[in-house]
């Protein structure tokens, strides 16, 4: 009789800091009935990952799943699977963090579940040749990536049904390759289906080895599923035509395979991802072009021949895709750096996995300070809010937000030990998100901020250290592929009896989406500057189709660093030609230590030119997260003007002040002008696409005061702008 193993792996995650409600939904829908059903099931066995933020919300909200979970372990139905606890990226983290972060879920899994997991969950299998001795030091012995990493590899069809041996430095982990083709059939298509795929592939000897490795999310919380899944119960239909074949298909664990059947070979695999990661990494060009590529093999009818050899980018490109990624990866390795110190000054030598599996167990065995921190760190580790594809990923604020939040706290940490907690400020000139040139990092008890000098002498982050808060944790708004979707898309829902993919999912969460595509040609942040041509109006700035005169936004900024009696002062200073004049725009940012208020005093000289009208206004973005609800609204002296964040656009007169009261930062935020101004006020929304469909998402409230005026040749104009942030 032809046999064939058939091992079924499944990832349960959620983001650090996701909505609760967000959790409650997927306990309910996919994590408490997937585990009912198994329970129903004792001839079924499967490996099981959870991530550690998800593990840290049942323990704290569901902890009976825990105990449900344990039990099935130790009938031997459920094999636990280690990774990284905060579910980072490991390529593009430091090696103690990726250590740290797996000896940390290892040690948990002991506790918890009673089992060693030497199985391994590659968050969104994202492979890079030296990963083998990284995990092979953090005790990993085996792990899934996708078929394709394989096939990017060289190997045919034919060779991808067991697992491979794969070493960096001598140092060996075995690799377990997921089906593509299970991947988009369960739980989509009947189960029949999978029966047959797996007949057809069975052989005499029984040797073959078929690994279905996917979210567990699909079974209940992604669009139409609970019901297809549990109320029209498919999962039941799926588990009782596999046992009903038990005599021919091995119902197995990736372990049972591990120690069970021989490895087939030796094989190094490039840098890679499962296909629609490497797909979404590419710029948009590049990924426009790429789909009609692909759209022309799949025309030729040899798409089985040539798409092995057809690659997108890989995950590193999301963070030149998206300079506001790498900023937060920058800023992560950087606080790692200030956190790792902290063991490095411990009277005792701390390693790693010492680290992560003392902070698994709260803490025991290391000082507060080093436990909090790397817990911060871990956290602000999370991978989801680095990159975007179907999921809203980097979209998503409120993710972002929490990265900030913590990689704040873990560095408020460290600079405590190193520098005290009052009475310092630090400011460094390096190449902080290394593109070559150097910017600005100034840190000081109550706030920290970056300036880029080479773009426009512009803030790209303000930190008030008091709320952990990244004020300009904002994205700007850029073509993607999908967008061309958005435009055709004539918002008709899904029909059918069972639920579609979400990557065939094509449908719009509101009507007239395509009227907010507009496109940023700047990042947004702080102190941008603008010399608006004569025909500028509110809506040609937020559909940024206007005069930037001088194209302040873009030059370089020449820097120098002043040292006051209490504090520092930075000067910026830029030209640009405005028309024939040779203009300059000088700003001046203070800083007193023991102070978050920060004062911005400019300077705009005409240098060299006839008398000319100027228009100018810096700009200035402010990420209020739940811009559209009463807990965080402007306010204009007077009463003129009370009106929500997100909801407000408008033109304001004779302004010399407007506040904001956030409420959900528990941050009140206030800027003032020597000179009355007329004030611009819009959101910043981008349109992105999530697992349910195409929809808007608020990243920023953008405040632009502007003055006119005139200068003759030589002549000079000024406004001190004072900006004051305060805990409420």
């Known amino acids: 009789m032809k046999k064939i193993n058939f091992a079924m792996a499944l990832h349960f995650h959620q983001p650090v800091d996701n909505f609760d409600h967000v959790f409650k939904e997927a306990y309910e829908k996919s994590y408490s009935p997937f585990i ?58 430091p090696r103690r963090d990726c250590i740290g972060q797996i000896s940390m879920l290892t040690e948990y899994i002991r506790e918890k579940f009673h089992t060693e997991a030497e199985g391994m969950w590659l968050t969104e299998r994202i492979w890079e040749p030296q990963l083998p001795s990284v995990l092979n030091d953090a005790g990993v012995r085996y792990l899934i990536v996708d078929d394709t990493h394989l096939r990017y590899a060289g190997l045919q069809e034919h060779q991808l049904y067991g ?33 047959e795929c797996l007949r057809s592939l069975a052989t005499e000897e029984g040797d073959r080895v078929l690994v279905y490795g996917d979210d567990g999310e ?12 549990y109320n029209q119960r498919w999962l039941e239909r799926f588990l009782d035509t596999l046992i009903r074949e038990s005599s021919w298909i091995n119902i197995t664990t990736l372990s049972g395979i591990y120690k069970n059947i021989r490895a087939h070979g030796r ?48 995950w590193r490109n999301f963070l030149e895709k998206y300079p506001e990624a790498n900023h937060m990866h920058k800023k992560m390795l950087r606080v790692s750096n200030k956190v790792s110190k902290l063991a490095e ?49 980097l979209y998503l604020g409120h993710l972002r937000a929490a990265v900030y939040k913590h990689l704040i706290k873990a560095e408020r940490i460290a600079d405590e030990v190193t520098l005290g907690k009052e009475g310092w400020l630090e400011v460094e000139a390096f190449d902080f998100d290394c593109d070559g040139s150097e910017e600005l990092v100034v840190t000081m008890p ?43 898309n004539n918002n008709r829902g899904q029909s059918g009896e069972a639920p579609h993919s979400i990557h065939d999912i094509t449908r719009s969460k509101e009507t007239d989406l395509h009227l907010y595509l507009h496109y940023d040609s700047y990042r947004k942040g702080m102190l941008i500057d603008h010399i608006f041509g004569n025909s500028t109006t509110l809506d040609s700035v937020i559909q940024n189709r206007y005069e930037d005169l001088g194209r302040f936004p873009f030059i370089p900024y020449v820097s120098v660093i ?12 830029g030209e640009g030609l405005v028309y024939s004049n040779r203009i300059c725009i000088t700003k001046e940012i203070k800083i007193v230590s023991g102070s978050p208020d920060m004062e911005f005093n400019y300077n705009v000289k005409n240098v060299v030119g006839d008398t000319i009208d100027l228009w100018f206004g810096p700009e200035f973005n402010f990420a209020m997260l739940d811009g559209n609800s009463d807990f965080c609204k402007y306010y204009l002296e007077g009463g003129s003007l009370e009106d929500s964040c997100q909801r407000s656009r408008g033109e304001s007169k004779d302004v010399s002040s407007i506040g904001i009261k956030n409420q959900v930062i528990s941050t009140n935020i206030s800027l003032s002008f020597s000179k009355s101004c007329t004030l611009w006020r819009y959101p910043v929304e ?11 998402e608020y990243q920023s409230s953008v405040l632009i005061p502007h003055w006119k005026f005139i200068l003759t040749e030589g002549g000079e104009w000024s406004v001190k702008i004072r900006l004051v942030m305060q805990r409420i």
């Open 686 to 696: 981008t349109i992105s696409q999530s697992e349910s469909g195409f929809e808007r």
């Open 163 to 195: 697992y491979y041996s794969t070493e960096d430095e001598g140092k060996v982990v075995y690799l377990f390759p997921s089906s593509e083709r299970l991947r988009y059939s369960i739980p989509f298509r009947e189960p029949h289906e999978t029966i």
């Open 267 to 314: 094989v190094y695999v490039p840098t890679a991802s499962y296909r629609e990661m490497m797909e979404w990494s590419l710029p948009a060009e590049s990924g426009n072009l790429f789909e009609e590529v692909l759209n022309e093999v799949q025309a030729s009818g040899k798409e089985r021949f040539y798409v092995p050899f057809l690659r997108g980018g890989f």
């Open 562 to 573: 002043k040292d006051l009696r209490n504090g520092k002062a930075i000067i910026l200073q």
């Open 446 to 488: 109550e706030i920290s901020f970056v300036v880029d000098t080479h773009k426009g002498g512009m803030l790209t982050e303000l930190d008030y250290r008091p709320s952990s808060y990244n004020l300009l944790n904002t994205l700007a708004r850029r073509p993607e592929v999908y967008h061309k979707r958005v435009l055709a």
């Open 36 to 93: 009912d059903v198994l329970e129903r099931y004792p001839e079924m066995k499967v490996s099981l990952h959870y991530s550690g933020s998800l593990l840290e919300w049942i323990e704290a909200n569901k902890p009976d799943l825990l105990k449900r979970i344990a039990e099935l372990v130790a009938k031997g139905q459920v094999e636990m699977m280690t990774g990284g606890f905060y579910e980072p990226i490991l390529c593009v983290i």
């Open 345 to 393: 000054g411990n009277n005792q030598a701390l390693s790693p996995a010492h680290i992560g599996r003392s902070v698994a167990r709260k803490g025991e065995g290391l000082a507060p300070n080093i436990y909090e921190a790397h817990l911060e760190l871990w956290r602000g580790q999370v991978n989801c809010p680095y990159w975007h594809g179907i999921f809203g990923g």
């Open 218 to 229: 699909k079974f209940g919380l992604w669009p139409e599923t609970y019901n297809w899944v």
